[in-house]
Each structure stands twice: as C-alpha cells, then as structure tokens.
C-alpha cells in the first residue's frame, strides 16, 4: 500500500465514524499525521492486584463491559475501574502498511506496562506465551517519541494482501486484528458500508 492510499482510506474511516459512539480524528505533528481513537471501559473485577499472580507472574480476573464513552452508566454494584484505551493508527514505511499502536491508561493517567496490557487483553487466551513478545510489542511511537504499545506489522503485510477487493483495507486490517486488543469496529463498518 502506498502512503497516499493509506491517507484516502483513512479520511473515509474519519468520515464515516462522525456518526459512532467512537470517532477516529486525524492528529498533525509537523509533516506527520495519523489517526486516532480513543474510548473508555469499564473494567469489572479486581483490577491489578499485584499481590495475586498466577503462576506465570501474569495478573488475572478481568471482564470488561463497554460503557460507551460514558463511566456513569456504570451501575454502583459493578464500579471497578475505567480504563482509557487510546489507539493510533499510521503509515508503517518500512513494510508500507498501517501500523497499530495503543496504550491502555488507569483513571488516574498511569499507563499499564507490557505485562500488564496482555492481562487485561487477556492475550494468552489468543497467543501462545512464548509468541507474546513477537505479537504485541513495545516501541517508541515514530511520531510523538513515546512508549506505546504495537501489534507488530510482519504478518500486516499477508493480511493485506489478501484483500484485493476490500472496500476499505485500513477497516480490514482493524477489524481482522482490531479485536485482540480490545478495538471493535462494528459500527464503523455498517457507516461504511452504508455510505458506499
């Protein structure tokens, strides 16, 4: 994919999610942009007790319910904790696909670790341990210098190219890997479809 494709197929996901509960919006530095996402979860369970670990070292006990933007439609029996969950999406030059980087935060504005992330992702339901680092990786955003979180590009590349007749393959792309880290797009998808 070449950088001016990415831009085209990312001001239709910006277009089409002005009517979703989560929008995308474009983000500028300098010469550089990319879009980005974010939204709010509530966060049901002990949230990181970080005297109970299983036997891995890995924290467990999540289950979270969307609250659609909104932590007061929490009812007072389930009030955990809300997470921020912010994702970018930009142009991977390197394999000249879209890249995905995300953080999760606490209400307070901690941002989790590595470790912590695949817990509340639940990622080793999806990934076997030892592939865990080669799946979702920590960098340095290209953009903005600072430490995100990757689902790392190598198989982007596969994934795209089998999509040849994808109305949208930035959506493809979030839809195939969107899920393992928490990021739905159904409602982007129907706006999509329906504008098209």
Request: with cysteine; aromatic share 10%.
């Amino acid at each position: 994919m070449h950088e001016k494709d990415f831009i085209v197929y990312c001001d239709q996901l910006v277009a089409a999610s002005r009517n979703c509960r989560s929008q995308w919006r474009w983000e500028h530095e300098g010469k550089l942009s990319y879009i980005r996402l974010e939204k709010k979860q509530h966060v049901q369970g002990q949230l990181l007790d970080r005297k109970q670990c299983n036997e891995s070292g890995m924290k467990n006990d999540f289950f979270a319910k969307e609250t659609g933007g909104d932590p007061s439609c929490a009812s007072v029996e389930d009030i955990a904790s809300i997470l921020s969950f912010e994702y970018h999406v930009l142009y991977n030059e390197s394999y000249e696909v879209p890249s995905l980087l995300f953080n999760i935060y606490e209400e307070g504005g901690r941002r989790f670790n590595i470790e912590e992330a695949w817990n509340i992702l639940r990622i080793s339901e999806t990934v076997l341990s030892k592939e865990m680092y080669q799946a979702i990786t920590m960098v340095h955003h290209p953009i903005l210098f600072r430490p995100y979180l990757n689902l790392h590009p190598c198989k982007t590349s596969e994934l795209m190219s089998s999509l040849p007749n994808s109305i949208n393959p930035i959506l493809s792309f979030l839809t195939s890997y969107g899920p393992l880290v928490n990021l739905e797009q159904n409602e982007l998808v129907f706006n999509l479809q329906s504008n098209t």
